[in-house]
């Protein structure tokens, strides 16, 4: 069975940071494309970024500049750093895994973390 677990979602103040975490079991993570998507309260789902199994990274124009995503692959982890929070950035946030960034198709979803940013 494959399982995507997202943790380090909170509370935290506006221009603070966090960093999200996605490890996998059922699958290795470094043989697949891996996407955050965030949906806010009322708001559809968006995406967030998403690194192709190859290392190219796309991020949303919202995000770029203050979040990065990388990985272990020693613990079959994804992350998500999240610098500048800002209240628009609070949502559920989400790991996604398939063999390619396929926008909000992705096939391995996680549960999602929330993240609410305020002061």
């Known amino acids: 069975q494959v399982h995507l677990v997202e943790s380090g979602g909170g509370l935290v103040q506006p221009g603070g940071s966090l960093r999200l975490s996605c490890t996998a079991s059922?699958?290795?993570?470094?043989?697949?494309?891996i996407g955050w998507f965030r949906q806010a309260p009322g708001q559809a789902r968006e995406g967030v970024s998403c690194a192709n199994s190859d290392g190219t990274t796309y991020y949303a124009d919202s995000v770029k500049g203050r979040f990065a995503a990388s990985r272990d692959n020693a613990e079959n982890t994804v992350y998500l750093q999240m610098n500048s929070l800002q209240p628009e950035d609070t949502a559920v946030y989400y790991c996604a895994a398939d063999l390619h960034c396929y926008a909000l198709n992705m096939h391995y979803w996680g549960k999602g973390t929330l993240v609410t940013v305020s002061s």
């Open positions: 059922g699958i290795t993570l470094d043989d697949y494309a």
